[in-house]
């Protein structure tokens, strides 16, 4: 990935902040297993750290590290120039900004606050609009990653806020994940809301991977022997995703590889295996009624992406065509 996803990574400049980036001073608020990962991460770029949690204790392992524990978050803040925050929930992070309201105005004022804490888009947009009232910076963003990929090139971190913020910190936010550190606009909501749509992905994969197991499964196949050719069919179906994105953003869907009608006749298979086996009919049941909807709409001769109307308003209750 890139540094901005609009494709302007080369205007980013590469060390703005006004300290070389090793010397800026950071915060990590909230050290459960994401936010010791992300602390870190910066204590082993050098990074002057500033640690706390709710619950005292979790900083001893990182205070051997050279981290220093606040005794309070208003301490810890006040110790940095960017200040990150990594716990449970956006109502966690409310009753923080709650806190540091409370502490009395200015000390967010010239620094900028980091929201890793997945949430909504709504929500992030709230707190980014509480934040600038306070005259601080305000960049959300959402971690595509587990805590020991943190700081390698598998980490994806993706922000949302203003450029400026985002450019002035780049450098130091590239410790948590070195390539995969993206700005995508300054829309504070996107980074949350793209966090929903890899989410959608990973449970439909898990679903149809989990699925699959327990049809082969009722066969006597175990799922290590399955796992091969789940992943190899995963990968084959990645490289279906820019070619349908094209007709998606086109809004035409020229069956190229296979029509709608062709599918349906293979997801009725499915169906009837699923049944045959006593396996849940539930999951081949939703995607044959999506489908069927698409074929009641006429676009049984169009490509699979045509499905993507089906999802772009709110599912019907019952109908002609629902049920399908
Ligand atoms: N772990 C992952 O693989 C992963 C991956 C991507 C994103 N994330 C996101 O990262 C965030 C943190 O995840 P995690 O795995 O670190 O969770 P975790 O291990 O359960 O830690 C939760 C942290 O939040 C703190 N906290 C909870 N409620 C609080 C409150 N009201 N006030 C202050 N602090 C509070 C906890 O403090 P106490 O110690 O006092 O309970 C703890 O430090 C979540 O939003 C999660 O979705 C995690």
């Not at 524990?69 to 449970?88: D, G, K, T, Y």
């Not at 084959?236 to 094209?246: E, H, K, N």
Request: with cysteine; hydrophobic share 50%.
């Amino acid at each position: 990935m890139t540094d901005d996803q609009n494709g302007s990574a080369k205007n980013i400049p590469t060390a703005v902040p006004a300290a070389a980036p090793a010397a800026v001073p950071v915060a990590v608020l909230g050290l459960g297993l994401m936010g010791r990962a992300l602390a870190a991460a910066f204590l082993r770029a050098g990074h002057p750290t500033t640690v706390w949690n709710r619950t005292p204790g979790k900083a001893a392992g990182l205070a051997d590290g050279g981290a220093r524990p606040a005794a309070s978050p208003e301490e810890a803040v006040a110790a940095a120039e960017l200040v990150v925050l990594c716990v449970s929930d956006h109502a966690a992070v409310r009753g923080l900004l709650d806190r540091l309201d409370a502490a009395g105005p200015g000390l967010l004022a010239g620094r900028v606050l980091v929201d890793l804490t997945s949430g909504t888009a709504a929500s992030a947009r709230a707190n980014a609009e509480r934040v600038a009232a306070t005259g601080g910076g305000y960049l959300d963003g959402v971690i595509l990653a587990v805590p020991p990929a943190i700081g390698t090139p598998e980490a994806v971190v993706l922000y949302g806020g203003a450029h400026a913020d985002f450019e002035r910190y780049a450098p130091v936010l590239r410790r948590l994940a070195p390539d995969g550190t993206t700005h995508l606009g300054e829309d504070h909501g996107l980074p949350a809301l793209h966090d929903s749509a890899v989410l959608a992905l990973m449970w439909s994969v898990l679903n149809g991977f989990l699925h699959g197991a327990a049809l082969l499964g009722a066969a006597g196949v175990d799922a290590k022997a399955f796992a091969p050719l789940a992943a190899r069919s995963t990968v084959t179906v990645a490289d279906w995703l820019a070619g349908y994105a094209d007709q998606i953003d086109a809004g035409a869907y020229p069956a190229e590889d296979a029509a709608l009608g062709t599918h349906i006749a293979a997801m009725d298979h499915l169906a009837e295996e699923s049944a045959a086996l006593g396996v849940s009919t539930e999951l081949p049941a939703f995607i044959r009624a999506l489908a069927g909807r698409a074929l009641a709409a006429g676009r049984g001769g169009e490509s699979y992406a045509a499905l993507v109307e089906q999802f772009r308003g709110p599912a019907p209750s019952a109908g002609p065509g629902g049920g399908e």
